[in-house]
């Protein structure tokens, strides 16, 4: 079953402005990873944060993981248009010592507006 | 370096056909995994592998088969192809199993079954 929820389904923003998508889990998870997907093409990983962290940056990207609530959000600054794409969460937890995969959520699709 | 190389990219299939979807990687990662996505259903995972000789099933493995022979290789078998399998197949590997670290995936198989 999907572990993963984001927020919002769908998003439009003007070039430069700020975007933010939140994901919502179920479980206790060891870590959270955010992809990008462009359309008709394959998911490219852009971060990873694992559950003993509350925030992380690369770049323009900015994810914060709230364990409590189980929740996390990606923040994207100063969009560009080459930040179209769908945008995923994915939760890794372990069972018996090993990795069961990664189990996404439905995605954010984001459009950036010239 | 060719990271993770899925063929065919597109197939058409009648009902009841069988049909072999190839990944190969050349990273040597212990980690290899299938999804199929599906429109507003994000990532769903079929069968995965933690090494040569040693695969397990997903979330929704029924009416796929795979085996992992080498490293390299981890194709997924239709053996009686029906049309809820239309969907894009994407492969993925990663480092190695039980530890937090990036998937890279493949560029997806688009499969199509009338």
């Known amino acids: 079953s999907q572990q993963g929820e984001e927020d919002p389904q769908a998003l439009s923003i003007q070039e430069g402005e700020n975007a933010t998508m939140n994901c919502s889990y179920k479980t206790s998870i060891n870590n959270l990873q955010w992809y990008r997907q462009n359309s008709g093409r394959g998911l490219v990983h852009l971060i990873l944060?694992?559950?003993?962290?509350r925030e992380k940056h690369s770049g323009r990207l900015r994810v914060t993981l709230d364990t409590s609530k189980k929740s996390s959000s990606l923040l994207i600054t100063a969009s560009r248009a080459a930040d179209t794409a769908s945008y995923f969460c994915a939760t890794e937890e372990y069972s018996g010592g090993g990795a069961d995969g990664l189990t996404f959520g439905k995605g954010t699709h984001l459009i950036i507006q010239p | 370096n060719a990271g993770v190389t899925q063929t065919p990219k597109f197939q058409v299939l009648k009902t009841g056909q069988s049909m072999t979807l190839q990944c190969a990687q050349d990273m040597n990662h212990e980690y290899m995994s299938w999804y199929r996505q599906d429109p507003g259903m994000g990532l769903r995972l079929i069968h995965y592998?933690?090494?040569?000789?040693?695969?397990d099933q997903g979330e929704v493995p029924n009416g796929y088969n795979v085996s992992r022979s080498t490293t390299e290789d981890f194709p997924l078998r239709l053996l009686s192809a029906a049309p809820s399998q239309t969907s894009v197949y994407f492969c993925?590997?990663?480092?190695?199993?039980?530890?937090?670290?990036?998937?890279?995936f493949g560029q997806g198989t688009r499969l199509t079954v009338v």
């Open positions: 993925a590997s990663s480092l190695s199993p039980g530890t937090p670290n990036e998937a890279f």
């Open positions: 592998s933690v090494g040569a000789g040693i695969t």
């Open positions: 944060i694992r559950s003993n962290e």
